[in-house]
């Protein structure tokens, strides 16, 4: 009777608790690959910039714990993408080809190429970087030659107001993500460092192209269609985040301009359209504060965690982290209290972050064997 119920049995079930013990882990870990959100790799791009942050503040024990956080974070979402990729490619292809969820991928890219930028700048490892820069780059030719096609071909299609949403700009993130490590470890290449120079030069001008016209049709349905407190979710974030970005690489460009002649040449067109897009990045941030606040505090709507929320980590991480390379850039000492005060804005919104991960991991993990049931495939 008491199995019957639910409970454990009294006699002898140490043995069956630990079998149920494993087919509660299996459950939780087929189901974390299944439900894998694209967007999931918004983590390492998170954690990554925010230690790379801390470490040009002179916080190195920070930066280094969050650099060796980061590292089993990106093993153990490549684990979970490659299950997923093997076991449950439908649910895969749909998200790839959903409006909604399919600017998630761009996370691989930058979450890829983010940890290679640590490792330039943390420990200096040029060859891991290099790998993870290539592998970056493949991810980027596949993913946004997919997500487009995809997009253009797709019936029915979704209209704006439903299909669009900040998460769209990811692709500009990874388009500058790439550029920002390729021109970090570009001087690694001997005489092909100028080519590597000019592709990353390219992929800048790219993200550029793709941030007007993304953020154009963002504000248009901001301006002009129904937001509610549900629809305005934190991938909104990625409107300054990915400004940030390209203010970033636009600012490594111009520090590594001495490399190569055509960059010097070119070094008064990225000084102005580089504080162009960190001035864009800027005056993002109070809007979206104001509009966080109408939709937790006149709205009302619940505060819980979600992976997206690592997509409003990011920009924050990002924003001080492009800030502090844009006064080097351009000698405007004065910009570099700002990177100074917003870091601890952008460690408080990861340690906020972080803790509801937790929160969420331990919920699904701390549940009496018996209680779960074998996940089915």
Avoid at 47 to 62: E, K, R
Avoid at 74 to 103: F, N, S
Avoid at 261 to 270: C, D, I, N, S
Wanted: net charge positive; charged share 10%.
């Amino acid at each position: 009777m008491l199995e019957a119920m639910g409970e454990p049995p009294r006699g002898g079930g140490g043995q069956d608790q630990v079998e149920m013990s494993k087919e509660s882990m299996r459950s939780v870990v087929g189901r974390g690959a299944a439900d894998l959100d694209p967007a999931y790799f918004a983590l390492v791009m998170a954690t990554g910039i925010v230690s790379i942050a801390t470490y040009l503040l002179g916080m190195m024990s920070v930066a280094w714990l969050l650099f060796q956080f980061n590292k089993v974070a990106y093993g153990l979402l490549w684990l979970l993408t490659l299950a997923r990729l093997l076991r449950y490619l439908p649910r895969l292809t749909g998200d790839l080809t959903d409006h909604g969820l399919g600017p998630g991928f761009f996370t691989l890219v930058a979450g890829t190429c983010v940890l290679g930028s640590q490792f330039v700048i943390l420990t200096g490892d040029f060859t891991t970087a290099i790998v993870l820069w290539c592998l970056g780059i493949l991810l980027w030719f596949g993913l946004v030659y997919m997500f487009f096609t995809a997009m253009t071909v797709r019936e029915p299609k979704p209209d704006l107001e439903s299909g669009l949403n900040g998460g769209w700009l990811l692709s500009v993130v990874a388009a500058q993500s790439v550029s920002v490590l390729g021109t970090m470890v570009a001087s690694r290449f001997g005489a092909w460092q100028e080519a590597v120079l000019f592709f990353t030069l390219a992929m800048y001008l790219l993200g550029c192209m793709l941030y007007i016209l993304i953020i154009s049709l963002i504000f248009y349905r901001f301006a002009f269609f129904k937001l509610t407190a549900a629809i305005l979710t934190p991938p909104y974030w990625i409107n300054m985040g990915a400004s940030a970005i390209t203010a970033m690489a636009g600012a490594m460009l111009i520090l590594t301009a001495h490399q190569w002649g055509f960059l010097q040449e070119l070094r008064p067109f990225l000084m102005g359209f580089t504080l162009f897009f960190w001035v864009t990045a800027t005056w993002w941030i109070p809007l979206l504060l104001i509009l966080g606040a109408w939709r937790h505090v006149h709205k009302r709507f619940p505060l819980s965690y979600h992976p997206h929320y690592w997509g409003l980590v990011f920009p924050l991480g990002m924003y001080t982290a492009s800030t502090f390379q844009l006064a080097r850039a351009t000698g405007l000492s004065f910009l570099f209290f700002i990177p100074r005060c917003f870091v601890y804005v952008a460690l408080l919104a990861w340690s906020a972050t972080f803790v509801g991960l937790i929160h969420r991991v331990v919920k699904r993990l701390v549940v009496p064997p018996f209680a779960t049931q074998p996940f089915q495939e």
